[in-house]
């Protein structure tokens, strides 16, 4: 069934009355249709004789005769394209009319809107019709004659058999819409005809339209259950036939619309996961290669800043270690909105030392506050846990994000405040400003995506509109809900809280800050060069011995060959990702620890699946590696002394 593009049709109207005339004519070419009057059956056949016409809407009682005149007059090609018009409505009149060859018949008791209606309605069914396929299956010829010349008549494309064999014959052979189908036929009889054709998948919807003079309500009733979709007793009447056929066929099409839709939208889906799937590649790879020299640059600094002494040069060092941890943020909000969107993100929960995770930030934020003549300040209420377990990196991921927005829209002079404090079971924080504030009906929207204050906002105090879209998100997966109480030029408190999970002091919690020696050897493998490089300082530091690669196939090849005692490697490498190599160790040797360096935040049934036993993010941080390592080697390690 393939639908036709509409159409502009050439109609004739055929009545004595002026108003009706006129009406019915201006209706129809607001469709775009071409119409012509006539008044009289003399009229119109001077007009027919000279024009052909695709419908021809004919009232049968005129002036100087009858319709019935015109129709007889009239070939049967044409007779096929009359819709008849008239106040009687005498079913003798009617039936013969139908039998005459004529499309239609409306009676002029109804509405004058409703006619109109009905006639544009039919035009409109009937422009789908050259496009339905209708199999008749009758074995008497006469019957199957008349059946297939009225629907002819009616623009269908109609076949017709006169047995079982030639009707499956069509069914495999044509794309049929509806099916007429005789009940008692020489080869078999309806019902086993029906059991047959609904036995396969592809007629399961295909309507079928039982014909016949079995006046049994048993068999009728065995017919609909079986799946026919109606029963015409014989003999029957032209009209009800063709409304028949219409109904059906009208549910016919609205299923297949839904199927074609359902298959569109099918198709559609599949290539929103596929892209979705490209996305996420690209995301994992831009992150991989942005991450990389951030990770060098954040740790090559690190390594200076313990050995620099001169304060003019620690501040420079600490203003690109800063610069670069703000890049960090910026690219984790990009990549966390893409997870959150996609339900991948998720929280890792560890032991934190409150006290010195807010020392950091402070450290992070007081050089920016100076520089913009501001007054940074923290305070922790004397109730506050010391150490707590939540996850350490979505929770700096928030505070920076709203101390970093809190410094940005705070005018010079004035003044910030992250706030601590315990409230029964949930610890809330608060990031207080003296800035810009927010208007009332900005603070509805301020937690969508991509919103700021004003339009101007973004061009004035720079910033991708992320930050607190990401921040509301990250809060509520700790268990908590970002609320915001602000006004137009005074100022703002944006504060959550979360529940508190309190957590035992680690006693060998980096022992006066002093290095440890574990004295192991690892295999190191990773693909970029400056990254091996801050690695190997990083792990002779705490007495280990790292034999170095730079790709998977390299490093399988080492661990084949060589004892160690846990093996570092990166997620992305050449000829050999992380994982593969990590499960390929694993079969040599499942005793040995696997930590994998990578740009993502993996969930447990991740590191399941990879095999590896840890992971560490980028930038890699010296303080998690120690961790890491110490549960991975647990009690066999010292302190320097």
């Known amino acids: 069934m393939v639908l036709e593009e509409e159409k502009s049709y050439k109609i004739l109207v055929i009545d004595d009355s002026p108003f009706l005339n006129n009406t019915i004519t201006k209706e129809l070419r607001k469709e775009n249709y071409i119409v012509y009057q006539a008044f009289n059956l003399k009229e119109a056949t001077e007009i027919i004789e000279k024009d052909d016409f695709d419908y021809i809407i004919l009232d049968l009682i005129l002036p100087d005769g009858e319709g019935e005149d015109l129709v007889e007059e009239l070939p049967k090609s044409k007779r096929k394209k009359i819709i008849v018009l008239t106040s009687d409505n005498d079913t ?6 139908f039998n005459a060859g004529i499309l239609d018949y409306f009676s002029k008791s109804s509405s004058l809107p409703v006619i109109i209606n009905d006639i544009k ?20 010829s006469f019957s199957r004659k008349m059946l297939y010349n009225t629907l002819k008549a009616r623009r269908y494309n109609v076949f017709a058999a006169k047995n079982a064999k030639e009707c499956f014959e069509l069914l495999n052979k044509e794309e049929i819409d509806l099916l007429l189908l005789d009940y008692e036929l020489p080869d078999m009889n309806g019902y086993e005809i029906l059991t047959k ?24 009733a065995k017919l609909l259950k079986k799946g026919a979709s109606d029963f015409i007793k014989k003999p029957y009447s032209i009209e009800h036939l063709l409304l028949k056929c219409s109904l059906h066929i009208k549910n016919y099409i609205n299923v297949k619309i839904i199927e074609s839709h359902q298959k569109k939208l099918n198709e559609s889906l599949k ?33 200076l800043l313990e050995k620099e002494t001169d304060k003019e040069k620690r501040n420079y060092l600490k203003s690109i270690k800063n610069s670069a941890q703000t890049m960090l943020l910026l690219i984790n909000d990009i990549l966390d909105m893409s997870r959150i969107e996609n339900g991948k993100m998720s929280i890792n929960k560890e032991n934190l030392n409150l006290e010195e995770f807010i020392e950091e930030i402070k450290e992070m934020f007081e050089p920016i506050a100076d520089k913009k003549h501001l007054t940074f300040s923290v305070n922790i209420e004397g109730k506050t846990p010391k150490f707590i377990k939540t996850d350490p990196l979505r929770l700096k991921q928030i505070l920076v994000n709203l101390i970093g927005n809190a410094v940005k829209f705070t005018p010079e002079n004035g003044k910030v405040k992250l706030l601590i404090k315990k409230q029964d079971d949930k610890l809330q924080f608060n990031v207080i400003d003296t800035g ?9 929207h301020i937690f969508d995506l991509f919103s700021q204050e004003e339009d101007s906002t973004a061009q004035k105090y ?43 002091e680690d006693k060998d919690d980096n022992k006066d800050k002093k ?9 190191l493998a990773d693909d970029d060069e400056s990254t091996r490089k801050l690695m190997s300082i990083i792990l002779s530091k705490m007495c280990i011995e790292a034999d170095i ?15 160690y005692d846990a093996v570092i490697m990166d997620n992305n490498m050449p000829n050999l990702k992380g994982p593969e190599v990590a499960k390929k160790i694993k079969e040599l040797n499942s005793s040995v620890a696997v930590i994998l360096i990578t740009a993502d935040i993996l969930d447990a049934a991740t590191i399941k699946k990879m095999q590896i036993d840890e992971y560490i993010t980028k930038p890699i941080n010296k303080q998690k590696l120690e961790y890491i390592l110490k549960k991975i080697f647990k009690s066999k390690f010292k302190s320097k002394e």
């Open 271 to 303: 290539k929103i996961k596929w892209m979705e799937k490209q996305r996420n590649i690209f995301f994992s790879s831009i992150s991989h290669d942005l991450k990389v020299p951030l990770n060098s640059i954040s740790g090559f600094v690190d390594i």
């Open 515 to 523: 290095e440890l020696c574990f004295n192991k050897r690892i295999l």
């Open 462 to 504: 720079g910033g991708s509109g992320l930050g607190l879209t990401i921040s509301s998100k990250l809060v509520k997966l700790l268990g908590g809900e970002l609320q915001v109480e602000s006004e137009k030029d005074k100022g703002s408190r944006f504060f959550f809280s979360i529940p508190i999970e309190t957590a035992e």
């Open 121 to 140: 309605n039919l035009i409109k069914e009937l422009e789908y019709n050259p496009s339905i396929n209708i199999l008749i299956v009758e074995d008497s």
């Open 92 to 97: 003798v009149r009617r039936n013969y009319l």
């Open 197 to 220: 054709i609904k036995k396969e998948k592809k007629f399961a919807s295909l309507p079928v339209i039982i014909v016949s003079a079995v006046d049994d309500e048993e068999v009728i």
């Open 549 to 563: 690669t730079k790709d998977g196939e390299e490093a399988l090849e080492k661990f084949k060959n060589n004892r």
């Open 436 to 444: 810009i504030g927010i208007s009332k009906e900005k603070q509805k």
